[in-house]
């Protein structure tokens, strides 16, 4: 019964000691991991400044005319 009680305990000391020593691992493979990363890349460079709206009459108009001719062309 002895033997029993101590191998019991040696069972949950084994499972304990895995847990920690996973923990320990898990912990300097976080402090690799951040020590790896240098300084961020260059930011590119910013879009022209271009107008989002710069052809949207012209495309409104050319179809409204397109709309017209096929409407026209159907009858």
Not at 7 to 27: D, H
Not at 28 to 51: D, E, H, K, N
């Amino acid at each position: 019964m002895l033997n029993a009680f101590f191998l019991y305990i040696y069972g949950l000391m084994k499972i304990q000691n895995s847990k920690i020593v996973a923990s320990i691992l898990f912990l300097l493979i976080s402090f690799v991991c951040v020590a790896q990363t240098g300084p961020p890349p260059p930011q590119p460079p910013p879009p022209p400044g271009l107008p989002i709206d710069g052809g949207v009459i012209f495309a409104l108009i050319a179809g409204l005319f397109y709309g017209i001719t096929r409407l026209l062309k159907s009858k």
